[in-house]
């Protein structure tokens, strides 16, 4: 995957005035590693390196935490990233086909982005809307009640 | 300044979703419009619990109750019920029956619940300090820092008999008191706010509803075994609970109620916030604190335990959030009070997030001791669609579950556990005749074996076993031999796994194959699943309903629907894929699926 190596090393005043904040603090790293995808979506192996001259510990312990935590992402997500809930609640009301039905429609796998980059799949387990069971959630938005046929409709809505 | 209408609108995730915003929006436009802004207070709360029928509105002192509110009821809110005192029946509640009740006493889902974790949530702002005060917030806090001494608030907490509400049910009095003993310069407070279990929120809900609660039952912790120092572990995927959590923070800290020298007592004590990303296993203690570390959240082993070294190797107690907002209720009501709720070894109440196949789902708060028929047909109003209730799995990934035969059974730490389950976080998921108990086993070990840290074998080596078995099982492939292996290797997970995680991981294959061994064996030797879940071994065939329209050979995606036009069609049971199109698409009911 193509990655702009360049903006990505540079950091926002902000996120290097947190980092800065930090450094000196124990248990610091997944706090800063949180900053750092918030800023750009996910973790960028440039990125990676930067904190870890920054922070002045081996790349080896960032990639140890990144992989080890569901949160962090290594590859750059969709404008809109989609979470199917595979929650119990949401699992029993038909969440797995939800899943199905939407990677068919936008023809990629989970964990998948789109050609034109406007989308990306994913499975979560549990927002914690087991009310509103089966969920989607797209970008900051819930869906509930969902139900597999209406997946084209509500994605049309992001597709601008 | 008081008001003479109140107006409480949902803010809890749940209802949020549901444009709860654009409600709150709209009924401060419309009492502005009406005129009444120094009349009418409108306020965002946390979670009522009664998630089903959300987005919901309640309006004091007529404590008119309203259900499913869509942002353009504003208007009607408040020209009927503010202005006219009537009630708008068009969104009252309305039962089975066609009833409808307008104040929460006469709903089924309120009346057997008992609310003290969750007094203030649906209630107060959770965002104003002032309204915590109101309702005797930080009272615990002041009574304890100014009339008691640390031993006699462990004493309070031993009377009580409160037990962790994470899960394992260990008697919060005895953490403390380990922790206390023990001599350190420097010791800690951690909150378990990351609530991992899929299908359970009532911490997200107590910490978006009623965050001052946490914050001062830590500080009472502190002050009791004392530590300076408290940290909240919590999901990054709650940023609602984060961000009232903060608010809350900064709150307390300008009132002087965290901080150094709290309430002019040479008590300090501060709080700090440290995010999860998304790791069932740091649920487990020791993990937990490896993660607030900044490393993988890997377990160690235990002793030692963390209440005497813990974070940084110091001595540090844990408590989850449910636990935590127990606390202040305790010290001013007294431990004798709480231990007169519940029963004898399980004293209090429980929060339950009760969801799958039921009516009512939502979060519902009971005393100890109620059976499990009470809260799914009393308070979560039985089966949806009239179909006939299955089983319960209690405990999540971690837990199993409970029959119709056990319905009766009072619900306690122990009686749970002797059933071959536990109390775990308190999730309550309801299945009905069409879930397959091995396609829920399956799931469930999926999860674990996607949460397995990997450190101890048992549980990496186990689950995946676990799970492929299952899997084999489930496509009809599974023997008598099978049976016995799971057996085993649950067993041998048991004994052998480093932590919580993997002890627990094979109780839903365990206890399911204890209480459902039928299902089992018709997957092996009948090669069938009566739920219909298991896609291999069901077989579509077509009655003789069909017109031979040509519909569903034209919808099949792999070709295997054959037949000439107005004549029977028939499918070739070597191609289908089960992907069930023919029967969606069928306006005959001409295809069956066995």
Redesign the interface.
Same mark, same amino acid.
């Given at each position: 995957m193509p990655t702009d190596q360049k903006t990505e090393t540079v950091f926002s005043k902000e996120l290097e005035n947190f980092i800065a904040e930090w450094k000196e603090k124990?248990?610091? &790293?997944?706090?800063i &590693?949180?900053k750092v995808q918030s800023e750009f979506g996910y973790i960028s192996r440039s990125a990676a390196m930067k904190v870890a001259e920054m922070l002045d510990i081996p790349l080896a312990k960032i990639y %140890?935490?990144i992989t @080890?935590?569901? @949160? @962090?992402k290594l590859n750059k997500p969709g404008k809109n990233v989609i979470q199917v809930c595979?929650?119990?609640?949401c699992? &029993?009301?038909g969440g797995q086909a939800i899943l199905d039905e939407t990677a068919k429609h936008l023809n990629i796998p989970v964990k998948g982005v789109t050609d034109d980059g406007l989308f990306s799949l994913e499975s *979560?387990?549990? *927002? %914690?809307?087991? %009310?509103?069971?089966p969920v989607v959630v797209i970008g900051d938005?819930? @869906? %509930?009640k969902v139900l597999p046929e209406q997946m084209p409709e509500i994605l049309a809505n992001f597709s601008e | 300044m008081a008001y003479k209408h109140y107006v409480l609108v949902c803010g809890g995730t749940g209802c949020e979703s549901s444009k709860a915003d654009d409600i709150f929006n709209n009924l401060k436009a419309e009492v502005a419009n009406a005129g009444l802004e120094n009349d009418v207070q409108v306020v965002k709360t946390g979670c009522f619990g009664f998630c089903e029928k959300g987005p919901i509105v309640k309006v004091l002192p007529e404590d008119a109750f309203y259900v499913e509110v869509k942002p353009e009821d504003a208007e009607e809110i408040v020209k009927e019920t503010l202005v006219k005192g009537r009630i708008v029946k068009r969104l009252a509640y309305a039962d089975e029956s066609g009833k409808t009740s307008a104040i929460p006493e006469e709903i089924g889902f309120y009346q057997k619940q008992m609310r003290i974790v969750l007094r203030n949530c649906g209630l107060i702002d959770p965002e104003k300090i002032d309204e915590y005060i109101a309702r005797d917030g930080y009272a615990a806090l002041e009574k304890v820092l100014f009339e008691m001494t640390p031993d006699e608030v462990i004493e309070e907490m031993k009377i009580s008999g409160l037990r962790g509400r994470g899960g394992a049910g260990f008697p919060t009095w005895m953490k403390w008191n380990f922790t206390k003993q023990v001599e350190s310069d420097v010791k800690y407070i951690v909150c378990n706010a990351d609530e991992g279990d899929p299908g359970a929120y009532m911490d997200r809900s107590t910490l978006e509803g009623d965050p001052h609660s946490i914050l001062e039952a830590m500080a009472i912790a502190g002050y009791a075994v004392g530590a300076q120092q408290g940290f909240i572990y919590i999901r990054a995927e709650y940023p609602l609970a984060i961000k009232r959590l903060e608010i809350a923070m900064a709150q307390a800290r300008e009132y002087g109620l965290l901080g150094q020298n709290i309430l002019g007592s040479n008590f300090s004590f501060d709080i700090e916030i440290r995010l999860g990303a998304g790791a069932f296993v740091c649920g487990e203690e020791t993990a937990l604190l490896a993660s607030i570390e900044g490393k993988r959240g890997m377990p160690t082993p235990k002793p030692p335990f963390p209440a005497v070294c813990g974070l940084w190797k110091k001595p540090t107690v844990i408590n989850n959030v449910e636990t935590w907002a127990n606390v202040p209720v305790i010290i001013t009501k007294g431990g004798k009070w709480f231990a007169s709720i519940g029963t004898e070894k399980s004293s209090g109440t429980k929060v339950f997030a009760l969801t799958g196949k039921i009516k009512n789902s939502g979060l519902v708060e009971v005393p100890m001791g109620t059976t499990l028929r009470e809260i799914v047909y009393d308070i979560g109003g039985g089966i949806k669609g009239g179909k006939a209730f299955k089983a319960v799995q209690t405990g999540g990934p971690s837990g199993g579950v409970i029959t119709a035969k056990m319905i009766d059974t009072p619900i306690d730490f122990d009686n749970l556990i002797a059933a071959g389950s536990m109390m775990g976080s308190g999730g309550m998921i309801v299945m009905d005749e069409d879930d397959c108990i091995i396609d829920v086993a399956k799931f469930y070990q999926e999860f674990c074996v996607e949460e397995s840290c990997g450190k101890c074998s048992p549980c990496r080596i186990g689950t995946r076993k676990l799970y492929d078995i299952l899997t084999k099982i489930s496509e009809g492939k599974g023997t008598m031999q099978d049976l016995d292996q799971l057996k085993e290797i649950g067993e041998a997970m048991k004994r052998a796994a480093l932590c919580g995680l993997g002890q627990t991981a094979p109780n839903p294959v365990l206890s399911s194959l204890h209480y459902f061994y039928d299902e089992y064996l018709e997957h092996i030797q009948d090669k069938k699943c009566r739920a219909g879940k298991c896609k291999k071994l069901i077989t579509y065939t077509i009655n003789d309903n069909c017109r031979g329209c040509t519909l569903c050979a034209r919808k099949c995606p792999v070709n295997c629907i054959s037949g000439e036009v107005r004549q029977k069609h028939t499918i070739d049971a070597t191609k289908c894929i089960k992907c069930g199109e023919c029967m969606k698409n069928c306006k005959f009911d001409a295809i069956e699926k066995k």
């Amino acid at each position: 995957m193509p990655t702009d190596q360049k903006t990505e090393t540079v950091f926002s005043k902000e996120l290097e005035n947190f980092i800065a904040e930090w450094k000196e603090k124990p248990g610091n &790293l997944i706090m800063i &590693l949180h900053k750092v995808q918030s800023e750009f979506g996910y973790i960028s192996r440039s990125a990676a390196m930067k904190v870890a001259e920054m922070l002045d510990i081996p790349l080896a312990k960032i990639y %140890g935490v990144i992989t @080890f935590y569901h @949160f @962090f992402k290594l590859n750059k997500p969709g404008k809109n990233v989609i979470q199917v809930c595979m929650g119990t609640a949401c699992y &029993l009301k038909g969440g797995q086909a939800i899943l199905d039905e939407t990677a068919k429609h936008l023809n990629i796998p989970v964990k998948g982005v789109t050609d034109d980059g406007l989308f990306s799949l994913e499975s *979560v387990r549990c *927002v %914690g809307c087991c %009310g509103l069971a089966p969920v989607v959630v797209i970008g900051d938005e819930v @869906f %509930g009640k969902v139900l597999p046929e209406q997946m084209p409709e509500i994605l049309a809505n992001f597709s601008e | 300044m008081a008001y003479k209408h109140y107006v409480l609108v949902c803010g809890g995730t749940g209802c949020e979703s549901s444009k709860a915003d654009d409600i709150f929006n709209n009924l401060k436009a419309e009492v502005a419009n009406a005129g009444l802004e120094n009349d009418v207070q409108v306020v965002k709360t946390g979670c009522f619990g009664f998630c089903e029928k959300g987005p919901i509105v309640k309006v004091l002192p007529e404590d008119a109750f309203y259900v499913e509110v869509k942002p353009e009821d504003a208007e009607e809110i408040v020209k009927e019920t503010l202005v006219k005192g009537r009630i708008v029946k068009r969104l009252a509640y309305a039962d089975e029956s066609g009833k409808t009740s307008a104040i929460p006493e006469e709903i089924g889902f309120y009346q057997k619940q008992m609310r003290i974790v969750l007094r203030n949530c649906g209630l107060i702002d959770p965002e104003k300090i002032d309204e915590y005060i109101a309702r005797d917030g930080y009272a615990a806090l002041e009574k304890v820092l100014f009339e008691m001494t640390p031993d006699e608030v462990i004493e309070e907490m031993k009377i009580s008999g409160l037990r962790g509400r994470g899960g394992a049910g260990f008697p919060t009095w005895m953490k403390w008191n380990f922790t206390k003993q023990v001599e350190s310069d420097v010791k800690y407070i951690v909150c378990n706010a990351d609530e991992g279990d899929p299908g359970a929120y009532m911490d997200r809900s107590t910490l978006e509803g009623d965050p001052h609660s946490i914050l001062e039952a830590m500080a009472i912790a502190g002050y009791a075994v004392g530590a300076q120092q408290g940290f909240i572990y919590i999901r990054a995927e709650y940023p609602l609970a984060i961000k009232r959590l903060e608010i809350a923070m900064a709150q307390a800290r300008e009132y002087g109620l965290l901080g150094q020298n709290i309430l002019g007592s040479n008590f300090s004590f501060d709080i700090e916030i440290r995010l999860g990303a998304g790791a069932f296993v740091c649920g487990e203690e020791t993990a937990l604190l490896a993660s607030i570390e900044g490393k993988r959240g890997m377990p160690t082993p235990k002793p030692p335990f963390p209440a005497v070294c813990g974070l940084w190797k110091k001595p540090t107690v844990i408590n989850n959030v449910e636990t935590w907002a127990n606390v202040p209720v305790i010290i001013t009501k007294g431990g004798k009070w709480f231990a007169s709720i519940g029963t004898e070894k399980s004293s209090g109440t429980k929060v339950f997030a009760l969801t799958g196949k039921i009516k009512n789902s939502g979060l519902v708060e009971v005393p100890m001791g109620t059976t499990l028929r009470e809260i799914v047909y009393d308070i979560g109003g039985g089966i949806k669609g009239g179909k006939a209730f299955k089983a319960v799995q209690t405990g999540g990934p971690s837990g199993g579950v409970i029959t119709a035969k056990m319905i009766d059974t009072p619900i306690d730490f122990d009686n749970l556990i002797a059933a071959g389950s536990m109390m775990g976080s308190g999730g309550m998921i309801v299945m009905d005749e069409d879930d397959c108990i091995i396609d829920v086993a399956k799931f469930y070990q999926e999860f674990c074996v996607e949460e397995s840290c990997g450190k101890c074998s048992p549980c990496r080596i186990g689950t995946r076993k676990l799970y492929d078995i299952l899997t084999k099982i489930s496509e009809g492939k599974g023997t008598m031999q099978d049976l016995d292996q799971l057996k085993e290797i649950g067993e041998a997970m048991k004994r052998a796994a480093l932590c919580g995680l993997g002890q627990t991981a094979p109780n839903p294959v365990l206890s399911s194959l204890h209480y459902f061994y039928d299902e089992y064996l018709e997957h092996i030797q009948d090669k069938k699943c009566r739920a219909g879940k298991c896609k291999k071994l069901i077989t579509y065939t077509i009655n003789d309903n069909c017109r031979g329209c040509t519909l569903c050979a034209r919808k099949c995606p792999v070709n295997c629907i054959s037949g000439e036009v107005r004549q029977k069609h028939t499918i070739d049971a070597t191609k289908c894929i089960k992907c069930g199109e023919c029967m969606k698409n069928c306006k005959f009911d001409a295809i069956e699926k066995k």
